[in-house]
T-cell receptor
Framework: SAVISQKPSRDICQRGTSLTIQCQVD?????MFWYRQQPGQSLTLIAT?????????ESGFVIDKFPISRPNLTFSTLTVSNMSPEDSSIYLC???????????FGPGTRLTVL | GQNIDQPTEMTATEGAIVQINCTYQ??????LFWYQQHAGEAPTFLSY????GLEEKGRFSSFLSRSKGYSYLLLKELQMKDSASYLC???????????FGSGTQLTVLP
């Protein structure tokens, strides 16, 4: 199984600021994803982080708001830009090591925007 | 579009068996996943089905019928620690993302 770590584990931020979340996987993985889980709800995919190219965003999510980097096969970052209270959520990094019959999640970053 | 349905809540008694159902309608199918999520924690992978039939892993089993767009997660010998949210997720394409259902909150009573 893949071990995924995220930093920070939680943060409280002011409206209008930005936060960058880091995700580190302990092995090289093809696929990395960023999900959001709002309070009491299920997981919603934000984007697929592609190594060496731009991320692929889901409907409702845009690069200006959620820029993503993936410089190599073990690391990715998600930035939540110009935050508002509606961005308060848990942000989860996920990876899929080969073979593609499993998918693992990091511990999540709990973000509160005041 | 993608549509995944599962009951919102279920309650069962310690030591009993519970079955959590999931039905799906997706644009493609390349696997169905079950996750367990305790409050305040990340989802933990439980099982993966891509072919019809039953996959057993200890107290947990997962079943898939692709023709019916149906899966269930069976939990035996329930323990208090099994109280959690159980998420059904479908992967429409082999190299694509997972689409999650809304989750079933299971409460195990003594």
């Amino acid at each position: 199984s893949a071990v995924i770590s995220q930093k920070p584990s939680r943060d409280i931020c002011q409206r209008g600021t930005s936060l960058t979340i880091q995700c580190q996987v302990d092995s090289q993985v093809t696929m990395m994803f960023w999900y959001r889980q709002q309070p009491g709800q299920s997981l919603t995919l934000i984007a697929t982080a592609n190594q060496g190219s731009e991320a692929t965003y889901e409907s409702g999510f845009v690069i200006d708001k959620f820029p993503i980097s993936r410089p190599n096969l073990t690391f990715s970052t998600l930035t939540v830009s110009n935050m508002s209270p509606e961005d308060s959520s848990i942000y989860l990094c996920s990876s899929r090591p080969p073979p593609p019959d499993t998918q693992y999640f990091g511990p999540g970053t709990r973000l509160t925007v005041l | 579009g993608q549509n995944i349905d599962q009951p919102t809540e279920m309650t069962a008694t310690e030591g009993a068996i519970v079955q959590i159902n999931c039905t799906y309608q997706t644009s493609g199918f390349n696997g169905l996943f079950w996750y367990q999520q305790h409050a305040g924690e990340a989802p933990t992978f439980l099982s993966y089905n891509v072919l019809d039939g039953l996959e057993e892993k200890g107290r947990f089993s997962s079943f898939l019928s692709r023709s019916k767009g149906y899966s269930y997660l069976l939990l035996k010998e329930l323990q208090m620690k099994d109280s959690a949210s159980y998420l059904c997720a479908v992967r429409p394409r082999l190299m694509g993302q997972l689409t999650f259902g809304s989750g079933t909150q299971l409460t195990v009573l003594p």
